[in-house]
C-alpha cells in the first residue's frame, strides 16, 4: 500500500519510521526499543540559544526605556525633578508715589514685615501639619485654630502665601525669622505698605489699596489673589500706573519643604509717580477752615473745591468729614471698613464730587448768562421786583420786595422775582422757557459728569418734563420753571460741577475738563505722560453777555450778600445760596466766588450741609482760605 494511506500518528514499521504530514511530506522520528512491547521516544533537546535571547531581548528593552528617560524625556524629567526643589517667590512691587503740586509726598511706601506659610511646602500628612501648626502657634503666639482657619481656606497645592501675622516691627520679625527656620513653608516676607499724609479731607481724594477680590480678578486677569489693588480715589483710578511690576525670586527647599538656599533674583520694578496740582498747605488749610464751620454749624458734613479757571487744574478738594486712610494697612481693615460703611455721618462718601444737592442762588449767574443769550433780557431791562409774585391760584415768595431790579442786581442781591421772569416768564420778560433753559444747563455742564481724575463721580440732575411724568407720574407746571430757575426743586448739582460752571462765567467761556494729576513720571524721573488743559467747550455764551454776570458776581461782594469777601487782599466776585431740601424748611449753605476779580486764578466752591444761610456759614470759609492764600 501507499504510505500516502497511512494515518498521520501511525508510525511505520521498523527502527526507522516515517509520519506523514498534512502537507504531504514525511519526517523521520527516531524510535529505541528498551523492552518488549514499549517504545520509548528520544526526548528532544532543547536549543542552548533561547536563554541568551531571552536575555539580549529583555536587555535592549530596558536599555531603550533607559534611554527615553535620559535623552528623549530628560528635559521633561529634569524639569519636574526642578519643580519639587526649587519654588519661585514673587517679590512685591513698590507702588509709585503720589506727590502735591510742591512735592510733598501724600503717598509713599514703607517697609512692613509679614509672617507667611506657604500652603504647597506644609506636610500633606495631617499629623505632621499639626505637629508643625502646633509649634507655629507656640513661637509666633498665634491660637492654632487660627492657623487652621486660614489655611484651611486655601488647598494645599497653592504657592500663593497665607498671611498670619502683618506688620511685624523689624526686631519681631528677625527672631520669628530665626525660629520658624525649620518649618517648611514659613517664611518672613518683606512687603512695602502704603503710608498716607495726615491731612483733614484727603482721605476719599487719596483713596487706599486693598486685598483683590473676586470681582477684581475678572476685571483685572493678570493679578493674583495675594495682590493688592487700589481701591477708592486716585489709588484706584490710576492703578495701572501706581503699580509696579513683581520682581521673582527662586528658592531651593529639601523634600520636607523647608527653605535651603537663594538661587537667583529678578528686582521688582517700581510703579509710577503721580505728581498733583493740588497744594497740599492750600489743602490743608481749607479743610481746617470748613471743618470749624461744619462743627459751629452742627452740620453732619461739607465739601469745598478749589479750581484753577484758566486750566481746569484742580488746586484742593475736601470732603468732610473723612477718614484716615493709614486704617487699611492693618488685617483689622475689614472690620474698620465695616465701622466707616456704618458711620450716619458718610465718611467714605466722597461729597465734593459725589454729593448732589439743590444749587439753591448760586445757579443764578448761570440763569443770567442763558437769559442774556437768548436775548430775552439784556443789562438794561429792569423790573419792579416785588416781595412775591402770584399766577393764578400760585403764590411764588422772595426773601423780600426789591424794587426796580436789573439782571446785575439780581445777581447781587440774589432777587427770585427776576430769576423766576428769566425761566418761565413775568411781567415784561418773555421767559427762556423749560427746554431752552435744560438746554443752557446741559451746556454748563450740569446733568452729567465733568470727567475729573476721581472714580465714582455723580450726574446730578437737570428735570425736564419727560423726567417728572416718568419718575414722578406728574406733569410739568410752570412753577417747576420758576423752581429751576433759582436752583430749587428736582434740579442737582455736585460742588465739581459747580466749580465747573462758575469757572466758564470766570475765564470768559471755555468750559474746562477739572483734573488733579499733573503729569505722571517713573522712578528716574522722566516724564510718561504730561497733562494739559482740556476744553470740554467753548464761546456759547458770548463774552459780553458774561461780563455782564461778572459784573453782578462783583456787585454781590460790593454792595449784595457777599460783602464779608470786600476786605480781601484781592478783588473778588461772587454769588451765594442757601438751597431749601426736604419738608422740614432746613437748607444748605453754599458760596461760589472767584479770585482776582480781574485776572481769575481760582474759583473756590463751599457748601456746608444744613448749614442754613450761605453767606452765614459758607462766606467765611470762602473769606479765610481767600485771604490766607492771596495774603502769601
Known sequence: MSIFDLHDDKPLPGDKKHRALKNGTLEYEHFNS????????????????IPYFLCLAVFIVLLAQLLKLQITLGTFNRTLAEGNRVRAREINAPRGLILGSDNQVLAKNIPSYNLIIYPLDIPKDKKEREEIFKELSEVAQIPISEINEKTNQKELSSANPIILKENLDRDTAMILEVRTKNLP???????????????????????????????????????????????????????????????????????????????????????????????????????????????????????????????????????????????????????????????????????????????????????????????????????????????????????????????????????????????????????????????????????????????????????????????????????????????????????????????????????????LVKKIIDKDGNVVQDFHKEVESSKFIDDQNLQIVREGMRQTVVSGSATRLSDLPVMTAAKTGTAQFGDKGKTHAWMAAYAPYNNPQMVMIVIVEQGGEGYATAGPVVQDVFNWYFSK
Open 34 to 49: 528498551k523492552a518488549e512491547g514499549e517504545e520509548i521516544f528520544d526526548q528532544k533537546r532543547s536549543p542552548v540559544w
Open 185 to 515: 513653608g514659613v517664611e518672613i516676607n518683606k512687603k512695602p505698605i502704603r503710608e498716607y499724609a495726615n491731612i483733614d479731607g484727603l482721605g476719599p481724594i487719596l483713596g487706599y489699596v486693598g486685598q483683590v477680590s473676586d470681582k477684581d480678578l475678572e476685571e483685572n486677569p493678570s493679578y493674583r489673589s495675594s495682590y493688592e489693588i487700589g481701591k477708592e480715589g486716585l489709588e484706584s483710578f490710576y492703578e495701572k500706573n501706581l503699580k509696579g511690576t513683581p520682581g521673582v525670586l527662586e528658592v531651593e527647599v529639601d523634600s520636607k519643604g523647608r527653605k535651603q538656599r537663594q538661587l537667583s533674583s529678578t528686582e521688582p520694578s517700581p510703579g509710577n509717580n503721580l505728581i498733583l496740582s493740588l497744594d497740599p498747605a492750600l489743602e490743608s488749610r481749607l479743610a481746617y477752615s470748613l471743618k470749624g464751620y461744619i462743627r459751629a454749624s452742627n452740620s453732619p458734613g461739607g465739601a469745598a473745591v478749589a479750581m484753577n479757571p484758566q486750566t481746569g487744574e484742580i488746586l484742593a478738594i475736601v470732603s468732610l468729614p473723612t477718614y484716615d486712610n493709614n486704617l487699611f494697612n492693618r488685617q483689622t481693615a475689614q472690620e474698620e471698613y465695616q465701622k466707616l460703611l456704618e458711620d450716619p455721618a458718610k465718611p467714605m462718601f466722597n461729597r465734593a464730587i459725589a454729593g448732589t444737592y439743590p444749587s439753591g442762588s448760586t445757579i443764578k449767574p448761570v440763569i443770567a448768562a442763558a437769559g442774556l443769550q437768548e436775548g430775552v433780557i439784556t443789562a438794561n431791562t429792569t423790573i419792579n421786583a416785588p416781595a412775591e409774585i402770584k399766577v393764578g391760584n400760585y403764590t411764588y415768595p422772595d426773601w423780600k420786595a426789591h424794587g426796580l431790579t436789573d439782571v446785575r442786581k439780581a445777581i447781587a442781591e440774589s432777587v427770585n422775582i427776576f430769576f423766576y421772569a428769566i425761566a418761565g416768564g413775568w411781567d415784561k420778560i418773555k421767559g427762556i422757557g423749560v427746554e431752552k433753559l435744560k438746554n443752557y444747563l446741559l451746556k454748563f455742564g450740569f446733568g452729567q459728569r465733568t470727567g475729573i481724575d476721581l472714580p465714582g463721580e455723580a450726574s446730578g440732575l437737570v428735570p425736564d418734563p419727560k423726567w417728572k411724568e416718568k419718575n414722578k407720574q406728574e406733569m410739568w407746571y410752570l412753577g417747576d420753571t420758576y423752581h429751576l430757575g433759582i436752583g430749587q426743586g428736582d434740579f442737582l448739582v455736585t460742588p465739581t460741577q459747580m466749580a465747573v460752571a462758575i469757572s466758564a462765567i470766570a475765564n470768559g467761556g471755555d468750559l474746562l475738563k477739572p483734573q
